[in-house]
Structures are given as C-alpha cells and as structure tokens.
C-alpha cells in the first residue's frame, strides 16, 4: 500500500507564501492538485523525473514544483497567494514515467491533503 503523505498546509495572509512537502517522491511522475469547496479537484502542477513541469493557468509564474532528492520528497512552492489557492491540497504520484499531466484520472496513489487557507 503507497501511502503519500502531504505537510506544510496553513493559514496565512494574501500575498503570503507557504512551502508543501510530500513524501515519498521518487515516483516517475507526480502532482500537486487541489480542491475548493464546491468545485472539483483541479491540477495545480506536475513534474516527472525527467525535469519537465506543467502548472496550472491559475498558478503559474506563482507556484514552483520541484524535487528535493535530499529529503526524498516533492516540494510545492507557493508565492503570492491569493484568497482563491485556499483549498485542499492533495499529492499524486504515478506508477509510469509520462508526461506531466495535470488531469487526475492519470495519477495511481494519492495523500490525505493538507490545508492551506489565504485570507485576504
């Protein structure tokens, strides 16, 4: 049983930052998504271990997904947020090496979340 497991979710200021962690990486492919209240889970950023990314429109120049080989985990960066990122968030990580879609129906494991609130 994979179990992915998300940290780093919090409450904070628009214009604020937030840094999410997810462990294990490692995975060929993996993704942040989120999920709103009363919306669906969207893609918010995707990396497979070849290095190529894929962001979100609502995200990018904002939030930066990467690697952190030292700590075995994948890192979402987050800057600028704004009242609208408040939402769970929720690691993925795929079996196979693909590109980095941002479309759920991909992904084979998944996290708990973590919750990341902005007020304005």
């Known amino acids: 049983q994979v179990q992915l497991e998300e940290s780093g979710g919090a409450s904070v200021q628009a214009g604020g930052s937030l840094r999410l962690s997810c462990a294990p990486s490692g995975y060929p492919t993996m993704g942040w998504f989120r999920r709103a209240p009363g919306k669906e889970r969207e893609g918010v950023a995707a990396?497979?271990?070849?290095?190529?990314?894929n962001y979100g429109d609502s995200v990018k120049g904002r939030f930066t997904i990467s690697a952190d080989n030292a700590k075995n985990a994948l890192v979402l960066q987050m800057y600028d947020l704004k009242p609208e990122d408040t939402a769970m968030y929720y690691c993925a990580a795929r079996r196979w090496l693909s590109s980095p879609f941002l479309e759920r129906i991909y992904y084979d494991y998944w996290g708990q979340g973590t919750q990341v609130t902005v007020s304005s």
């Open positions: 990396l497979n271990n070849l290095g190529a990314t």
